[in-house]
C-alpha cells in the first residue's frame, strides 16, 4: 500500500521559511518524479514544483528563486524549502509521486503565511 506523508507545514509570518517533507512507503522511491502541489480556497490545485529521477527540477514561476524542491533517496522522501513566504503562498500543499500512469497523493499539509 502507497503511502505519501507530507510533515513541516504551519505558521508563518511574511517573509519567513518553511521546510515541508514528504515521506514515501510502498513504492519504488528512485523511478518516481516527485512534485509539491498547491491548493487554496477557490482556486484549483497547482504545481509548485518537481523533481525526476534524475533529480531535474522544475518550478512554477510564481515560486522560482524562493522555493527549492529535493529529494533523498536514501530516506524516501522529498522536500520543499520555501523561503521569502508571501501571504499568496497560503494554501494546502500536497505531495505526488508519479511514474508513468501511476499517480499517488498526500493527504496535504497546510501552510498559512501571515502578512
Known amino acids: 500500500q502507497v503511502h505519501l506523508v507530507e510533515s513541516g507545514g504551519g505558521l508563518v509570518q511574511a517573509g519567513g521559511s518553511l521546510r515541508l517533507s514528504c515521506a514515501a512507503s510502498?513504492?519504488?522511491?528512485?523511478?518516481?518524479?516527485m512534485g509539491w502541489y498547491r491548493q487554496a480556497p477557490g482556486n484549483q490545485r497547482e504545481l509548485v514544483a518537481a523533481?525526476?529521477?534524475?533529480?531535474?527540477?522544475n518550478y512554477a514561476d510564481s515560486v522560482k528563486g524562493r522555493f527549492t524542491i529535493s529529494r533523498d533517496n536514501a530516506k524516501k522522501t522529498a522536500y520543499l524549502q520555501m523561503n521569502s513566504l508571501k501571504p499568496e503562498d497560503t494554501a494546502v500543499y500536497y505531495c505526488?509521486?508519479?511514474?508513468?500512469?501511476?499517480?499517488?497523493w498526500g493527504q496535504g499539509t497546510q501552510v498559512t503565511v501571515s502578512s
Open positions: 505526488n509521486a508519479n511514474f508513468r500512469r501511476a499517480n499517488f
Open positions: 510502498g513504492i519504488i522511491f528512485t523511478i518516481h518524479t
Open positions: 523533481i525526476t529521477d534524475t533529480s531535474i527540477t
